[in-house]
């Protein structure tokens, strides 16, 4: 069904939307959930013996990212500039916000994701970087007024920077840890080593 849409911008239609949104900030408001999802499992979910293993790895994954970022723990001057340069796609020239189309549920949800990964995969194929943002979805008010999205239809989900890689930034060259196979995959049955799964 391609429940998705992308709004792209560039050029001065990217700079009117980076300035709204930068608005919102110069006034003291801070990015918030929308209220058609959370973007991040709540503290409180993340609390529970249950989900530790989440909890660590996003811990994890912040703490490396800011130091690549120069940002030190319990620096949140510099954690708010990092988080205000999402705002800005990371200074890529071009722009995306995608929408899912609100008469599809999870699985629709799942189709835009797969999507994604092929929208980013091309353009790698082509020699242009993207970075996916689902900070864009916690600025919904800026997005939908400067877009004229209709949010009867449609609720913003995230946003792409699509541009060229910048290799000598530190950020860059993060390279986040992944969870074993034997994590998230069961393996019954048999053949698996014909089929080179034991190479994972």
Not at 168 to 173: K, Q, T, W
Request: proline share 4%.
């Amino acid at each position: 069904m391609q429940p998705w849409r992308c709004h792209v911008v560039a050029g001065k239609e990217r700079v009117r939307l980076v300035e709204r949104v930068a608005a919102r900030f110069a006034q003291g408001s801070l990015p918030e959930d929308s209220g058609e999802f959370s973007v991040y499992p709540s503290r409180e979910t993340l609390k529970k013996p249950e989900n530790a293993a989440l909890r660590s790895r996003r811990l994890k994954l912040g703490i490396d990212m800011y130091m690549k970022l120069g940002v030190q723990r319990g620096d949140s001057d510099g954690q708010l500039r990092a988080l205000k340069r999402n705002y800005e796609f990371f200074g890529a020239p071009i722009g995306i916000i995608v929408t899912v189309d609100k008469a599809v549920d999870k699985n629709g949800w799942g189709h835009v994701g797969c999507f994604l990964q092929t929208l980013c995969l091309l353009c790698e194929e082509r020699g242009l970087a993207t970075c996916l943002q689902e900070a864009w979805s916690q600025v919904e008010p800026e997005v939908v007024e400067m877009l004229g999205i209709d949010t009867t239809r449609e609720a913003v989900w995230c946003g792409v920077a699509l541009g060229f890689a910048d290799p000598a930034a530190p950020v860059n060259s993060l390279e986040t840890e992944r969870a074993p196979v034997s994590e998230f995959a069961s393996f019954r049955g048999g053949g698996f080593d014909e089929l080179c799964l034991s190479k994972l």
